[in-house]
């Protein structure tokens, strides 16, 4: 009797600390840790986007804009060049940076939404190969679409924007 007693209080302490355990484990997959492996292949260090003369802004978090402010990081990479996966990723499928597009803008009014390493973001101006999908880190996503055309003068570049629309930038 004595020894039930005592499994019946042991019992759901023991769960408990599991429990917690396993908890502490998944957070100890510490997000701040991940890094961005290189995005465009003109860009072996991830380069950011400073800020641009004629006018066409920074290329920070937070950075201002005609509607708002810039939700993502701006990633140097030169119309052409080939965006690698950063790290492995799933791809959900299309992401386009403008909901009404002028005719040029269409041009480049492509992207894709990523996840991995517990992640999810978005890469816009890209042209991928595919909108579904796998890729190990290091593999082709695709091409950056011509932005000099729609933009002359502009840093070409990716913008990097997390789904919740947090600041990427402690990723890099
Ligand atoms: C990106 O894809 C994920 C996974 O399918 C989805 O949950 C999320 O809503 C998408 N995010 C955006 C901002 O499109």
Redesign the pocket.
Known sequence: MRVTIILALLLPAVLCGDHLSGYEEEHSHDLSLVKFGQLCSGNPTNRKRGCDEHGWGCGHYGARRNHGTHKGLDIVCNDGDTVYAPFDVKL??P?APYRKPTALQKLINDGV?L?GEGL?F?LFYVKPDKYKGFLKKGQRIGILHPMQKVYPGITSHTHVQM?DRSDPTKYF
């Open positions: 959900n499928g992401a939404n996840s999810c978005k789904c």
